[in-house]
């Protein structure tokens, strides 16, 4: 993953609809962790639109500004920023029945790699 929706998301559901992998939730979606309060982006799901888009067409199509923000990638170097951010509920990371925990060392993402870390770090808005 390297979008997430932040609590400014007004659920109004521009975002899901152009996701090319499916990678949102809805704020009625029981695996989303915040359910009835904002949409929420699976990490172990998104591929930022790499080989779809020149850039997430999630955050084109989002009319509200702060919603969609850069996360760290998804992928082995971030897997205890992931891990932790499960255990804290921030991110509800997928359970396969055999590979456990869907975890970037089990299936990393691909991302765009133009993007600073400081703007992921700092949660930086995608719309620039």
């Avoid at 400014?8 to 899901?16: G, R, Y």
């Avoid at 996701?19 to 990490?43: G, H, Q, W």
């Avoid at 702060?66 to 170097?77: A, K, L, R, T």
């Avoid at 055999?98 to 600073?116: C, F, H, R, T, W």
């Amino acid at each position: 993953m390297a979008v997430y929706i932040t609590e400014e998301c007004i659920n109004c559901d521009a975002c899901a609809q152009e996701c090319p992998v499916a990678a949102i939730l809805s704020d009625e979606s029981e695996k989303n962790p915040y359910e009835t309060m904002r949409f929420y982006v699976k990490p172990e799901s998104c591929v930022e639109c790499v080989s779809h888009a020149d850039e997430p067409r999630c955050a084109e199509a989002c009319p509200t500004e702060g919603s969609i923000v850069w996360d760290m990638p998804f992928i082995v170097d971030f897997e205890d920023y992931y891990a932790a951010g499960h255990e804290k509920g921030t991110y509800q990371i997928r359970e396969h029945k055999k590979k456990g925990m869907m975890l970037p060392s089990v299936k990393a993402q691909p991302y765009i790699e133009d993007i600073a870390m400081s703007l992921r770090e700092s949660k930086a808005n995608v719309k620039a």
